[in-house]
């Protein structure tokens, strides 16, 4: 209990925090959505509740979750990946170590991404961020804790191995936070439900084009993965951009209604796992 009301104070202040983050998001996307709509949607819909639920849930919960696993990544890279590596990215400019953590750390996404799509336990827990049958802003934060810890988890280990975000300085754990915040900030973007294009940018960095046509309901969700730069999908040939926006978005399985039912719902899986696959596979 005292340990409890000792964190008490930082835990209201990181509410308070995400709070705000919350409001901002819904200043700038609900106009950019009302405006620019691919499908008009009501702004207060059956699923606002639970996708706010979710958003706080994921503010908090794979935080703690990814403790466990970055000290053994952070204790891997410091003893086993040979010393001359970290001295000579430890002599780059803040800059450049930067660059090569956003690279290195959306690679490791993409991964990441496609795993939780191809491996039928992990599936269990993404098909939660699959399930909206509306795709906007907030969805970007609707997932499961274990799938959110994942896919960072795969994010950040490559950066902590090569040294370009160590734990151990200060300046390495301001890479990885920032990388974390744009890939975090970018993914309530490319999940807005906002009909712009951007031509031939579309090839360069995600966009809501881009990433609504992994929402579709059909085997096309096993394509774009890539949560800022599209080029892992045109090189491992999983990139899909038609010119038309998708009609219908979600999944055939059924989840339950509730945030409780849906946080559940992994855990309460058949026997056989292949049964729990995505029907198609590229």
């Known amino acids: 209990m005292l340990q409890f009301l000792h964190h008490q104070p930082q835990f209201v202040l990181n509410l308070i925090r995400h709070s705000i983050w919350l409001i901002l998001l819904t200043i700038v996307f609900v106009p950019l959505e009302a405006l620019f709509a691919v499908h008009p949607r009501r702004i207060i819909s059956r699923s606002v509740p639970g996708d706010i639920g979710f958003y706080f849930i994921s503010s908090f ?27 000579a990215v430890a ?3 803040l800059w450049l170590r930067g660059i090569a953590a956003f690279v290195v750390g959306d690679f490791g996404f993409y991964w990441g991404h496609r795993w939780v799509h191809r491996v ?10 699959h399930a909206p049958e509306e795709v906007y802003f907030l969805v970007g934060a609707r997932g499961h804790p274990v799938d959110n810890m ?6 950040l280990v490559p950066i902590y ?3 370009v975000g160590a ?19 970018w993914g309530y973007f490319i999940h807005a439900n906002v009909r712009w294009r951007f031509g ?10 881009f990433h609504h046509w992994h929402h579709v309901r059909s085997e096309v969700r096993d394509r774009n993965y890539a949560s800022m730069l599209p080029v892992w999908d045109w090189l491992f040939g999983t990139a899909y951009l038609p010119q038309a926006w998708p009609e219908a978005y979600g999944i055939d399985e059924k989840l339950p209604d509730s945030v409780a039912g849906q946080l559940a719902y992994p ?8 049964q729990l696959a995505p029907a198609t596979r590229q």
């Open 267 to 274: 855990l309460r899986g058949p026997a056989d796992l292949s």
């Open 150 to 155: 994942v896919i960072r988890l795969c994010g």
């Open 120 to 129: 039928p336990l992990l599936w269990r827990f993404h098909a939660v961020h």
């Open 91 to 93: 002599q780059w400019p």
């Open 167 to 185: 734990p151990q300085s200060v300046q390495g754990t301001l890479v990885a936070t920032l990388v974390m915040l744009l890939v975090t900030v």
């Open 161 to 163: 191995l090569l040294g």
């Open 61 to 87: 919960i794979p935080q703690l979750l990814l403790i466990a696993p970055l000290t053994v990544a952070a204790y891997v890279a410091y003893h086993f990946v040979p010393w001359r590596v970290h001295a």
């Open 200 to 209: 031939p940018l579309e090839w360069l960095v995600a966009t809501p084009a």
